[in-house]
Every structure is written in structure tokens, then in C-alpha cells.
């Protein structure tokens, strides 16, 4: 079995260097960039398994880097997990409703961020056994990472096209937050609800009137509509 590669974009390099010398222990193959530019050409070039960003980098942001990730449908499937400081930059990564599937605030440790890259990897590498389900005007086919609505495409990342499923399969039923973080994101963590809301909120701007099918359920979490 081929390794999965990994792109560090991180500017600070002995950070950069730690990040890939545990992942490399772990067995994984890596590639590094230390600005925006660099590693969103190396995104698109290489096409990783998954990729660590910095939010603070030179020449080009990670928000940047992620809007453009998300432009081209090649790039908007590769997970991304956003490396930020503490405080304000926690904020914008939530508050920016960006592409990210998940962050991981510095300093951070090791095992949570090794346990992170394999919860995405994992939930990945699974995509392709799953049948393909419709709902409304909604069609979902795991295999190909595709979504329509009617009969145009979306472009979802890694994380909606799992929440959208998600829902889907469950359609009729409420998931609260917490299900929905074990079940899209593979693992639970405190102060996440806010996250599933921000995904929610992303997924249903991009499905348009088709969005109206997944339903707030207040105080408890969502629901697709049957
Ligand atoms: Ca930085």
C-alpha cells in the first residue's frame, strides 16, 4: 500500500520540521511549503491525502489559501486542518466559515494532532464503499466525491459532503451535535458545537433552496427532512 502524503504549508520551521518528523513516524510521506503560494501550488500539483495550514503565512494566508483550495473541484476534496494561535485566530477560523474540516489550536500535541490526521484519513479512505442515496433534488455518490442539486454540481469539501451524508442516511431522524461530530468528524471534542453549526451553515449556502431540507432542530441539533 502506497503512504499517504501529507502537505505541511507552516512558515515557522522548527514547528514545520516537528510536524513532519511525528508524521513521518507515523508512516505517513510528507511535503513541505513555508508560504500560502508555494503550498497551494503544491496542493494542486501533488494533490495530497490531507494537508496541515497555518493561518498566519507569508505571501498568502491560510484563509486565502482555502478559498482557492475550494475554487477548483480537483483541490476541494483534500481535508485541510488549520494550525492556529490562540484566541482571535480560533475565532476567525470559526467565524470565517472557511473550508477547513478541522484546526488545531498551538501549541497543540502530537498525539491530538496525529489522532486528527487519522480520524480525516480514515473516514477518507472509507468513501468509496458507500452506495449512493438521494433525497428531494439532492443526489449524493460517495464513490466519485460528486453532489448534485437537480442537475447542477456542487463542489462540497471533504467535511459537508460527510455532513451532508450524514444527514441523509439519517433523514427523518434528528443527530444531535455530538452524533453528528462522532459520526462526520470521528471523535468529540468540547467546544465543537460550534463547528458542526458553522458546516451546517456552509453546506446549506451551497445547496441553495435545496439547503431548506435539512431543518434546525433548536437546542438539539438537525434533521433532514424525509
Ligand atoms: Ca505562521
Known sequence: ??????????????????????????????????????????????EPALMLLDVM??????????????????????????????????DRVLGLELGADDYVVKPFSARELLLRVRAILRRQRSTGDRPSLARGSIHLDPAGHRTRVAEREVDLTATEFRLLEDLMRNAGRVRTREQLLNGVWGYQFEGYAR????HVRRLRAKLGEAGDLIETVRGVGYRCKE
Open 57 to 90: 503565512l507569508p505571501v498568502m494566508d491560510g484563509f486565502a489559501v482555502c478559498k482557492e483550495l475550494e475554487r477548483d473541484p480537483k483541490t476541494a476534496s483534500i481535508p485541510v486542518i488549520m494550525l492556529t494561535a490562540r484566541g482571535e485566530e480560533v
Open 1 to 46: 500500500m502506497s503512504k499517504d502524503t501529507i502537505l505541511v504549508v507552516e512558515d515557522e520551521e522548527d514547528i514545520r520540521q516537528l510536524l513532519v518528523f511525528h508524521l513521518e513516524r507515523e508512516g505517513y510521506a510528507t511535503l513541505e511549503a513555508a508560504d500560502g503560494k508555494t503550498g497551494l501550488a503544491l496542493a494542486r500539483s501533488r
Open 195 to 198: 463547528t458542526v453549526d458553522t
